[in-house]
């Protein structure tokens, strides 16, 4: 890849969004000031041009062509109509020595804020999954329903401006894209202090902004938390222009932007409400209509986050996929998935919530990333309540980051710095010495050849200026292939055949493998996989328990087996369910109908005769729970033997019947209990599972479970080692 | 307002043909057998030294490979490898002892170890190739568990120049069923 296709593909979605918003915005001029205009406009544009890329992926459009003519009639139509005229009254001119300052400051960043940008894109999620899902989406040129991947099911509207970009520049284009914004919401901020007749806490605010090193590392990427933060800000922005103007034209994008904020990230979705109880409540208090705006705020929000929701819901039944599944409950992601992820990311190992704030300005190895020393005053900006801006300011940035401890990583912060930036700067604004003194200050610990002496080494950072690699005098693979990640990708790419399907249990760096590559933890199909290939190796995994009820012989219409227990901490599973009439085994009647609850739609892995397979509640036991048969015709039957794991949750069961008088009733509430340890080997039963589910090879890191035991048997797997890149090892699937 | 009748429509229309209900009842599936090759040939449990793959179960005192079917052994070479049955299971050993450093050693005592226990003790008197076999106890092995076997040679011959140990030459170890 050379630099001038990716700098077209970046200039080129950024010109298109630009001028949508252009076009969205061109009635609006006494409102603005000619440069927040076109702020501004880039923002809205941008929400346009995803719900465009929406559309075109969902009628699988996604070509080069249409591209090009989607993004010339928007730009040409703009300049046609004149939309691309900023008229409006001008802000007073920046004092000198602010006007230096931000130059100095902004000029020395971007010189490395750029750099970073246009070198081969290697973030950790950008890879993972952003423009992983973004590749594939270019491949089919649309949204392919992807049910095996939970990150594909998560709110993209900004993933659709990189696929933009991606088809003309592949991943640096993307991550121009993501910079685009960055620089947009310094120019906002600083717009921000001078619509307010703060020049320099505009100045401050967007140097505190710009200089935040998680914020410069994240734009950097593609990643999409800086862009959410610019949209979150830009909402607020016209929020407060609407407050002074009442021009009921603003409603539209007020609306637009509140509801792109749900579709750039679903912890933005306080957005729509903070809008539309900021335009209630100044209307209800001027006695003013508040129907009007509050429908047309509320549709075109519609417009934006619905179409998410809609393709949730219809490929993989729930429309705030991947959570809610509790609420919503379907095949293709695990309640205790969405638990442990929760729980996971609500701590991120961290022993007490009252480490972040070191860990998350200071620090930032935990927590992947750091704001930076300045915000550990932030408590100072409390003192801007004072002023009705700082009121303004730190209430979007209370109500916009109320939903930070459902992930406390410091990219979540993203979307507050700059609330907090402009109102710490206008809590000093009064001391002009003072906001001078936070500001050099912030600079000098910010800048990214100092942080690195107090930040935990290998903190979210950035830590080089890769001028030769940006300009691709450097190969890209070069540069790449410092990333391990990379190199297994790569790897794999090489020995994997077009149409092959991978499986692991753990992987980064997908974004450049041009394979399906299906990961342990991403979905509900997954994880029964990877279930399936540890219970080899995990005896509490194995079907050692045999649990028998004997009871007199009659007739019944059904059988269930339910579950007496509640263990919050334990899952009850079953590998098989036999049933009996006298010695004799029932076969398996085409006829018969099984279900279960909950997770009815993995229940006939506990009748496949299969001993590496099993239902699973995939939720913590509960009483009530059951799996159960449904007959074609009354069915004799005296015994009935559950074959499961040791695990005491599996042993609180009672066997319950409906008799030919439709009742049902306990059959018995003691099962014979007896141990059947596994004493052969599972390991060609389990690949044999996997091969059947399409999976041709297996990617084994050092660091997996029973890694070792694929290093010395891969034999006994019915596996043949098929490449290995720095311990990491693919065995193909005889 | 024609137009947003109709777009209303065609959505609500769009989203009903979407509902489409997830089954909650299956048939029983295909019945799965027991997978041929559950216990992969008879050499499963044999390691060979002239295997690249051999080193990860090698868990000390055997030389590392140089491309030819044989490694120069220390002390006590062991092997891991993981049991598929327990019944009329061999110790199995194919070893060599080098006539150079027989002159040196003399005749070796060579014990024959399985998880730690000794199978066996055999004092050979002359060198050259040796081939070793003796049933395991049932009792010794678990199906499905890794074990450990080994040789426990008694004298080591110790080379004049780098001072390095060595005991056999072994080709294979491990247990046969």
């Known amino acids: 890849m050379h630099v001038l296709p990716i700098l077209f593909g970046a200039l080129f979605t950024l010109a298109t969004a630009w001028s949508l918003g252009m076009l969205l915005l061109r009635n609006l001029a006494p409102s603005f000031d000619a440069w927040e205009r076109r702020l501004l406009a880039f923002i809205a544009g941008s929400a346009c041009l995803s719900e465009i890329m929406f559309a075109l992926s969902a009628a699988k459009l996604v070509h080069r062509g249409v591209l090009l003519a989607v993004g010339l009639a928007s730009i040409g139509y703009a300049a046609y109509s004149g939309a691309l005229r900023s008229p409006g009254k001008a802000f007073e001119p920046l004092g000198l020595l602010w006007r230096w300052v931000f130059i100095a400051v902004f000029a020395g960043l971007t010189w490395y804020a750029f750099f970073n940008a246009l070198a081969p894109e290697h973030s950790s999620d950008g890879m993972a999954?952003?423009?992983?899902?973004?590749?594939?989406?270019?491949?089919?040129?649309?949204?392919?329903?992807?049910?095996?991947?939970?990150?594909?099911?998560?709110?993209?509207?900004?993933?659709?401006?990189?696929?933009?970009?991606?088809?003309?520049?592949?991943?640096?284009?993307?991550?121009?894209?993501?910079?685009?914004?960055?620089?947009?919401?310094?120019?906002?901020?600083?717009?921000?202090?001078?619509?307010?007749?703060?020049?320099a806490v505009g100045v401050a605010g967007a140097i505190f902004t710009y200089t935040c090193p998680v914020v410069l590392r994240d734009a950097t990427t593609a990643y999409i938390d800086v862009a959410l933060a610019a949209v979150l800000f830009a909402l607020f922005y016209l929020l407060q222009v609407w407050d002074e103007s009442r021009d009921p034209k603003l409603i539209v994008p007020i609306g637009i932007l509140a509801g792109f904020g749900y579709a750039v990230k679903y912890t933005a979705f306080l957005a729509l409400p903070y809008a539309v109880g900021f335009v209630v409540w100044k209307l209800w208090r001027a006695r003013k209509p508040l129907l009007g705006p509050v429908l047309v705020i509320g549709l075109s929000a519609a417009v934006m986050i619905l179409p998410w929701m809609l393709k949730d819901w219809i490929e993989v039944a729930n429309p705030f996929a991947p959570l809610a599944n509790r609420v919503f409950p379907n095949p293709y992601a695990h309640i205790s998935w969405e638990d442990e992820w929760r729980s996971y990311l609500s701590t991120y190992g961290l022993h007490s919530r009252w480490q972040i704030p070191l860990e998350a300005t200071v620090k930032g190895g935990q927590l992947e990333g750091f704001l930076g020393p300045s915000f550990l005053l932030t408590p100072l900006a409390l003192l801007a309540l004072r002023f009705r801006e700082g009121r303004q300011l730190l209430l979007a940035g209370l109500v916009l980051g109320s939903t930070y401890f459902s992930n406390v990583g410091t990219r979540f912060l993203i979307p507050v710095v700059p609330f907090i930036s402009v109102a710490l700067a206008l809590a000093v604004a009064n001391l002009p010495w003072l906001l001078l003194a936070l500001v050099a200050a912030n600079v000098i610990t910010c800048w990214p050849a100092v942080y690195g002496r107090y930040c935990t080494p290998g903190a979210w950072q950035i830590y080089e200026l890769p001028v030769k690699a940006a300009l691709r005098l450097q190969s890209e693979d070069a540069y790449l292939s410092r990333?391990?990640?990379?190199?297994?990708?790569?790897?794999?790419?090489?020995?994997?055949?077009?149409?092959?399907?991978?499986?692991?249990?753990?992987?980064?760096?997908?974004?450049?493998?041009?394979?399906?590559?299906?990961?342990?933890?991403?979905?509900?199909?997954?994880?029964?996989?990877?279930?399936?290939?540890?219970?080899?190796?995990?005896?509490?995994?194995?079907?050692?328990?045999?649990?028998?009820?004997?009871?007199?012989?009659?007739?019944?219409?059904?059988?269930?087996?339910?579950?007496?227990?509640?263990?919050?901490?334990?899952?009850?599973?079953?590998?098989?369910?036999?049933?009996?009439?006298?010695?004799?085994?029932?076969?398996?009647?085409?006829?018969?109908?099984?279900?279960?609850?909950?997770?009815?739609?993995?229940?006939?892995?506990?009748?496949?005769?299969?001993?590496?397979?099993?239902?699973r509640s995939w939720q913590p036991a509960s009483p009530g729970m059951y799996v159960e048969v449904d007959f074609p015709r009354p069915q004799p039957a005296s015994s009935v033997t559950v074959e499961a794991s040791d695990e005491m949750v599996n042993t609180k069961i009672r066997l319950e019947g409906m008799g030919m008088d439709g009742q049902w009733s306990t059959v018995s509430d003691h099962p014979v209990i007896s141990a059947h340890p596994i004493l052969s080997s599972l390991r060609m039963a389990a690949i044999a599972e996997l091969k059947t589910r399409g999976i041709q090879y297996v990617l084994i890191h050092p660091g997996d479970f029973g890694a070792d035991d694929f290093l010395r048997y891969p034999a006994a797997w019915g596996l043949r080692l098929a490449g290995e890149e720095n311990g990491t090892r693919l065995y193909r699937i005889r | 307002m024609f137009l947003i009748r109709a777009a209303c429509l065609l959505l609500c229309v769009l989203c009903l043909a979407a509902c489409d209900r997830l089954p909650q009842s299956y048939p029983p599936p295909e019945q799965?057998?027991?997978?041929?090759?559950?216990?992969?040939?008879?050499?499963?449990?044999?390691?060979?030294?002239?295997?690249?793959?051999?080193?990860?179960?090698?868990?000390?005192?055997?030389?590392?490979?140089?491309?030819?079917?044989?490694?120069?052994?220390k002390q006590e070479p062991t092997v891991k490898v993981l049991v598929f049955s327990t019944e009329s299971v061999k110790f199995s050993a194919d070893f060599a002892i080098w006539d150079d450093s027989f002159k040196t050693t003399g005749p070796l005592e060579i014990s024959f170890l399985v998880n730690g226990k000794l199978l066996d003790k055999i004092r050979y008197t002359t060198p050259g190739k040796k081939h070793f076999e003796k049933p395991v106890p049932a009792d010794w092995l678990a199906g499905n568990t890794e074990a450990t076997v080994a040789l426990s040679v008694d004298k080591l011959y110790i080379a004049p120049r780098s001072g390095d140990e060595y005991g056999v030459i072994l080709s294979r170890l491990g247990l046969k069923p």
């Open chain 2, 32 to 73: 799965r057998q027991p997978v041929a090759g559950f216990n992969p040939g008879p050499d499963a449990m044999m390691v060979s030294m002239e295997d690249s793959d051999a080193d990860p179960v090698i868990v000390k005192d055997i030389y590392p490979g140089t491309g030819i079917p044989w490694r120069w052994t």
């Open chain 1, 129 to 199: 999954y952003h423009l992983s899902e973004v590749s594939i989406y270019q491949h089919a040129h649309g949204f392919p329903r992807i049910t095996n991947d939970v990150y594909a099911n998560l709110s993209q509207g900004i993933e659709l401006l990189y696929l933009f970009a991606f088809d003309f520049g592949r991943h640096s284009a993307a991550a121009l894209v993501h910079y685009a914004f960055l620089i947009a919401l310094v120019f906002l901020v600083l717009s921000y202090g001078r619509r307010i007749g703060r020049p």
């Open chain 1, 483 to 615: 990333d391990p990640d990379y190199n297994i990708v790569r790897m794999m790419g090489r020995v994997v055949p077009p149409g092959g399907r991978i499986f692991a249990i753990g992987q980064n760096g997908t974004s450049y493998l041009p394979r399906e590559l299906l990961i342990g933890y991403r979905s509900a199909a997954n994880e029964v996989m990877q279930d399936i290939l540890l219970t080899p190796l995990v005896r509490d995994y194995q079907p050692a328990l045999s649990l028998k009820f004997d009871f007199p012989a009659r007739e019944f219409r059904k059988l269930r087996v339910v579950q007496k227990g509640s263990e919050p901490e334990d899952q009850w599973s079953m590998a098989e369910l036999r049933i009996f009439e006298g010695p004799n085994e029932l076969p398996r009647d085409p006829g018969w109908r099984l279900t279960a609850h909950p997770n009815p739609w993995e229940v006939q892995m506990a009748f496949d005769n299969s001993p590496v397979t099993r239902w």
